[in-house]
């Protein structure tokens, strides 16, 4: 849990702003999407100007959490212009989900020279330690649990749109529910969310039942890619830049595609490797608990929960996987002797 004095001093940080830019780590997730939207959102509701801002673009399916289209750094503003004061200039920066350096891409440049206050908001173990001010919970299943507690905390009030985003970013941290983070606390937050006005079944077909043809032809691709190793245990999958080109789905079509082959019952361990434009591969990783995935991402630069991680190592693809898989290994039989 949080302590009061970390939530009071993010609330005095917040009266002390006007304007306010809010950001959360590259490629974003359903957690960092729902908790910009609802922080703007609590912002806007103070009489604060809220600048949403993302490090690479926002998925299709998350895209409903926001009205407005949220500017993207090295897309729609570079970071030069950022630093220039193109955007805006703040008196703050929220940084929500996220606590590493490694994962604000260039949006580093922006926090090293702009001189103004940080607030993290965050649930990773990995921790940089950003913030002037640090509301950090990692025994929450996800940063949206923290964002709801600050605003009861603060009592500003919670719509009910901003009830379904916060819905979006537990429920889709927590692998809608399935995950072992799911505790009484997610349940419980939940139950609070659905009373305010959160939808699940809306929400739910938002969500999954929402593909794009190309997204889901790319999933087929990558499902045809399937290989599994160590008595069934570990499964690999991948995706490369030409599958791109032939489904015509974009990179972050790939989120959430990994968990597919948790369905075969032998797989305690999953790798999804996805080849990137520079020749480097991104591997995310998944386990159901045998095997702490964090510390194989920590092997490699990358870094995660111990259930779910990500890293990105040097190509080509079978140099990547005969790397990992040689952890994985280890882990296994680490694991299968205690
Ligand atoms: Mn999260």
Redesign the pocket.
């Known amino acids: 849990m949080v302590a009061k004095d970390r939530f009071q001093e993010a609330v005095d940080l917040i009266n002390s702003s006007g304007s306010v830019l809010v950001t959360t780590h590259a490629k974003p997730?359903g957690?960092?999407c729902g908790c910009v939207a609802v922080l703007c959102d609590a912002l806007r509701a103070l009489g604060k100007t809220p600048q949403p801002l993302m490090l690479s673009p926002i998925p299709q399916w998350y895209q409903f959490l926001f009205d407005e289209k949220v500017p993207v750094l090295g897309e729609d503003i570079a970071a030069e212009q950022l630093k220039e004061g193109s955007l805006g200039e703040f008196d703050l920066t929220i940084l929500v989900?996220v606590d590493s350096a490694t994962q604000l891409a260039k949006f580093n440049e922006y926090l090293e020279q702009s001189g103004k206050p940080v607030l993290v908001i965050d649930?990773h173990v990995t921790a940089d330690g950003l913030g002037d001010v640090q509301v950090k919970d990692p025994g929450a299943a996800?940063?949206g649990l923290i964002v709801l507690e600050l605003l009861k905390y603060a009592g500003w009030p919670i719509t009910e749109k901003m009830a379904e985003a916060l819905f979006v970013a537990v429920a889709t941290?927590t692998g809608w529910f399935q995950f072992d983070n799911t505790d009484h606390r997610v349940y419980e937050s939940c139950a609070e969310l659905v009373d305010i006005g959160a939808k699940p079944p809306d929400i739910h077909s938002k969500l999954y039942q929402n593909f794009s043809h190309e997204r889901f032809k790319l999933m087929v691709t990558m499902l045809n890619s399937l290989e599994l190793h160590l008595e069934g245990r570990y499964a690999t999958q991948h995706i490369l830049q030409r599958d791109f080109q032939l489904s015509g789905a974009k990179f972050e079509d790939t989120e959430n595609l990994i968990d597919e082959c948790r369905r075969i019952g032998t797989v305690k361990v999953s790798c999804l490797f996805v080849e990137l434009k520079d020749g480097r591969v991104k591997c995310s990783l998944r386990s159901r608990g045998a095997v702490d995935v964090s510390a194989v991402a920590q092997k490699f630069g990358g870094g995660g929960h111990k259930m779910a991680a990500g890293a990105q190592l040097t190509g080509p693809l079978e140099n990547a996987k005969q790397l990992v898989f040689e952890q994985i290994a280890a882990q296994l039989s680490e694991s299968s002797r205690t």
């Open positions: 997730d957690d960092a989900d649930h996800g940063t941290d």
